[in-house]
């Protein structure tokens, strides 16, 4: 049986180590294959794969990028998280050219797990706080607009 700690240990590890590194590994070891994410900017992904592009993106948006974990709670099979971020923008961030300018995000997933591995995140960050911030474009809706229809 997977204790509460170690599922917490799993979401802290991953989390840090795919933002702040970019170890793509972590996604194969962490997430199930059919891991489904319902995110609030950038829609429902599906799969690591969809996970890998969203990280890519954000990471070479974001050169800098650092995630610290603020604050873990378990029950059961899942784990709540909540996290801030900041960095500098760099790189383009999906068809907004880079701005140049830092900021600060915070956010909350709810993971629910399966044995070992994610299974489905619930994320919410402040989306709108970043569009402010970076001053990006109100139409913004994430490194993915434009690239296919996401289910919102």
Same mark, same amino acid.
């Given at each position: 049986m997977v204790s509460n700690? %170690?599922?917490?240990?799993?979401c802290r590890w991953g989390y840090?180590?795919? @933002?702040?590194t970019g170890n793509l590994d972590v996604i194969a070891e962490a997430v199930a294959e059919d891991v489904l994410v319902h &995110?609030? !900017?950038?829609?429902?992904?599906?799969?690591?794969d %969809?996970?890998?592009?969203?990280?890519?993106a954000y990471r070479a948006a974001f050169s800098d990028l650092h995630l610290t974990i603020e604050d873990q709670i378990a029950e059961g099979d899942t784990v709540v998280t909540r996290w801030s971020a900041t960095g500098? =923008?760099?790189? /383009?961030?999906?068809d907004v050219p880079a701005t140049g300018r830092s *900021?600060?995000?915070i956010g909350v997933n709810i993971s629910r797990f399966s044995g070992l591995q994610i299974v489905e995140v619930w994320e919410t @960050? &402040?989306?709108? *706080?970043? !569009? =402010?911030?970076?001053?990006? /474009?109100?139409? @913004?809706?994430?490194?993915l607009s434009g690239r296919r229809t996401l289910k919102r």
């Amino acid at each position: 049986m997977v204790s509460n700690e %170690e599922r917490k240990a799993i979401c802290r590890w991953g989390y840090q180590e795919l @933002w702040n590194t970019g170890n793509l590994d972590v996604i194969a070891e962490a997430v199930a294959e059919d891991v489904l994410v319902h &995110d609030v !900017v950038n829609g429902e992904l599906r799969g690591r794969d %969809e996970i890998r592009e969203v990280v890519v993106a954000y990471r070479a948006a974001f050169s800098d990028l650092h995630l610290t974990i603020e604050d873990q709670i378990a029950e059961g099979d899942t784990v709540v998280t909540r996290w801030s971020a900041t960095g500098t =923008h760099d790189g /383009p961030l999906g068809d907004v050219p880079a701005t140049g300018r830092s *900021g600060t995000l915070i956010g909350v997933n709810i993971s629910r797990f399966s044995g070992l591995q994610i299974v489905e995140v619930w994320e919410t @960050w &402040d989306g709108l *706080g970043l !569009v =402010h911030q970076l001053k990006l /474009p109100r139409r @913004w809706n994430g490194v993915l607009s434009g690239r296919r229809t996401l289910k919102r």
